[in-house]
């Protein structure tokens, strides 16, 4: 699936992924798709459940070359 928009968020620790996450999600348009990229492990379970907890939805998390990439859709 091919992203709408992407966020580098390589360099970043919890929070700031999710925050600066929290922040581009606003600038998209409903079943628009953003790719979050960082190498932050925690992402794998933190980008989820903010997900799970914004009503938005977590396509995928996939491992590439110690980067984090997730794919996440807005609601």
């Not at 079943?31 to 990229?37: F, P, Y």
């Not at 925690?42 to 799970?52: M, N, S, V």
Request: aromatic share 6%; with cysteine.
């Amino acid at each position: 699936m091919k992203p709408d928009q992407t966020l580098d968020c390589v360099g970043l620790y919890c929070p700031m992924p999710i925050f600066k996450t929290a922040q581009k999600m606003k600038e998209l348009k409903s079943g628009e798709v953003l790719e979050v990229i960082a190498d932050d492990k925690g992402i794998k379970q933190d980008l989820p459940a903010w997900c799970r907890t914004t009503g938005n939805d977590c396509i995928s998390v996939d491992e590439k070359d110690g980067e984090f990439h997730v794919l996440v859709k807005k609601k």
